[in-house]
């Protein structure tokens, strides 16, 4: 009991203002940046990205928050889909880079949900 008290008080996840600036923030900045010209754009998602990724790992250093784990990679692992349609390789409009925020947002929200439930909270 002591040691989930221990965990919780050092959860990122349970103040409302470290929340905001790890993930909310950035998050807001995935949806914002589809509405401005594609190299602003890149840049935006790639900040975001590494912001909630490094956030994540270190979330999960610090308290054992069970999704950070997983989202932490996952939120680096999309920055390789950002970098490949910013480079011009693959050609997309709005919707397939909607459908990308669709996945990243999704994907990370998804995630969270089946690992805690599987595994608890802390683990």
């Known amino acids: 009991m002591a040691n989930d008290t221990l965990q919780r008080s050092r959860d ?3 103040s409302p203002r470290t929340s905001a600036l ?3 923030i950035p998050k807001a900045t995935v949806v914002a940046g589809l509405f401005v010209p594609l190299p602003a754009r890149a840049v935006m ?3 975001a990205l590494v912001w ?9 250093r610090r308290c054992g928050r069970t999704h950070c784990r ?4 996952y939120y680096l692992a999309m920055l390789l889909p950002v ?3 910013a480079s011009g390789l693959i050609s ?3 919707y397939g880079w909607l ?7 999704g994907g990370g929200m998804i995630i969270w949900w089946m690992t805690e439930r599987a595994w608890g909270k802390f683990s």
């Open 12 to 14: 990122w996840l349970g």
């Open 22 to 24: 790890a993930w909310w």
């Open 45 to 47: 998602w790639i900040i």
């Open 52 to 60: 909630m990724g490094l956030a994540c790992i270190l979330n999960a």
């Open 70 to 73: 997983y989202t932490g990679p």
């Open 83 to 85: 970098l490949v349609l």
């Open 92 to 94: 997309v409009g709005f």
């Open 99 to 105: 459908s990308l925020a669709v996945l990243i947002l």
